[in-house]
């Protein structure tokens, strides 16, 4: 049994599982210019961010 969960990076629906569930740090956001930057941007330190196996793999790729 999988659950459905929708891609935060394109909103396409992952089922049977997300490829990757991944946590921002509290300390991320406290302390990294990024983290104002992701707060802009709606989440809040220690959201769980969802990611289908496409973006998964884009955001990992090696450059
Ligand atoms: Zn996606």
Redesign the pocket.
Known sequence: MGYKAD??????V?YPAPALLCQFSPEFFRTAKLGGVLADMGYEEGDTVT??????TRTLKPK
């Open positions: 891609c935060d990076g394109c909103d396409s992952c990611l289908c196996g496409e973006c998964a």
